[in-house]
């Protein structure tokens, strides 16, 4: 019974040993895990170790976009678009609207180029300058020129779209009415051109150039001097008013074509329409137009007469009448205009109408001219390839340097 009881005992005795010594190496095991475990993460946490995922898709996205935008720069500053607005008239006078990009052919300085825009697109904003000669020759029309420019622009203009200035001109230049879309001051500006002073000798209008006489209209005023300052009022609208405009431009002049004493010359007025893209239409009004010298006196006088600036009875060569109708005829035509003569058969509203018509019924063409074409003055040629079509447009720009 004894060596049962110890031999019990034993086996007792010596499976406890054993769980002890299995529970010592689980636990020293365990430990040696979560020691390597901190090892691991405090090994990434150091600041040397490098990181090569995070770096390389960090990287490219802020590379990329610099250069592409250096590629794009030096493209939209080099490349220019010279624009031509052109009218398409059949051989019976009828205005065509049905040309398609195609149907066009453009030189410049006898040098064919690529047509790269082409639209019959009329949306474009219109801006439109009326200048109204109010010198005495003039005086009998201003009535019917008032009442018949209210309707052309009252036709003419969208609200909210397009723009319109007045200018009147005699011995100065004066903005009756700067660039509005407002009918009602328009219409008060048209409403000062029946004013007793216009056309009457104005003592007070010796302004230097450059300076501009506030008027009634909340315009800028204009040359002074004595005469009838056509040539300064188109250098005046183009120059001042008109050239910073966009869209399409266009003036029309009202006179005699008869100019006296303006400071800039005809080429000059003709040049800065030019260069401000503006095309001119002329209304033709015959006037009780004056002789001029040839050495710069106008005068009814004749020859020695007093009625001339140099009277006294001295002799001077035979004075010339000046044409204006040819000189009006030239500004449109350069331009890209026309010259219109207001007779018994065709009143100035009927003419209106017709140029109302030409502004409706524009093509424009856009081209890029080469590189080397070089600074200053250009000639456009625009043809249709249609036999008995005639193109109406301007016959240069110029290229500023």
Do not use: C, W
């Amino acid at each position: 019974m004894r060596d049962k009881s110890l031999t019990a005992r034993s086996r007792t005795s010596g499976r406890g040993g054993g769980l002890r010594r299995v529970s010592q190496a689980a636990l020293f095991a365990l430990l040696a895990g979560i020691v390597l475990t901190g090892v691991v993460l405090y090994a990434k946490q150091q600041p040397g170790q490098p990181q090569p995922p995070a770096q390389s898709q960090q990287q490219p996205p802020a590379q990329q976009p610099a250069p592409l935008q250096q590629a794009q720069q030096p493209i939209s500053v080099q490349v220019k678009v010279v624009s031509v607005l052109g009218t398409v008239r059949d051989k019976k006078g009828q205005l065509v609207d049905y040309l398609g990009k195609d149907d066009f052919a453009i030189d410049e300085d006898m040098h064919p180029q690529s047509i790269t825009y082409f639209s019959r697109d009329t949306d474009l904003p219109l801006t439109l300058g009326l200048l109204v000669d109010t010198s005495g020759s003039q005086r009998r029309v201003l009535s019917d020129e008032r009442d018949a420019s209210q309707g052309f622009l009252d036709d003419s203009l969208r609200a909210d779209k397009d723009q319109a200035f007045l200018i009147h001109f005699d011995r100065e230049v004066e903005l009756l009415q700067d660039l509005t879309s407002s009918r009602d001051k328009l219409q008060h500006g048209l409403d000062q051109m029946d004013k007793p002073e216009f056309g009457q000798p104005n003592q007070q209008s010796q302004s230097p150039r450059g300076q501009y006489p506030q008027t009634g209209g909340g315009g800028r005023g204009g040359f002074g001097g004595g005469g009838t300052l056509l040539y300064d009022a188109i250098y005046l609208a183009s120059e001042d008013v008109i050239k910073k405009q966009q869209g399409r431009k266009a003036l029309v002049v009202l006179s005699d074509g008869v100019d006296h004493n303006s400071k800039e010359s005809l080429e000059s007025a003709i040049a800065t329409a030019q260069r401000a893209d503006t095309i001119v239409y002329s209304i033709y009004f015959a006037g009780d137009q004056p002789t001029q010298n040839p050495f710069g006196g106008f005068g009814g006088g004749g020859r020695g007469g007093g009625g001339g600036r140099h009277g006294g009875g001295g002799r001077y060569p035979q004075e010339e009448r000046v044409d204006g109708k040819k000189i009006l005829e030239k500004i449109s035509k350069e331009t890209g205009g026309r010259l219109f003569e207001v007779t018994k058969k065709e009143t100035v509203a009927q003419i209106y109408t017709e140029i109302g018509q030409e502004l409706r019924n524009q093509y424009s063409l856009g081209y890029t001219p080469m590189p080397d074409s070089g600074y200053g003055y250009h000639k456009i040629h625009l043809t249709v390839k249609q036999k008995d079509m005639a193109v109406q447009t301007r016959d240069g720009y110029y290229e500023a340097r």
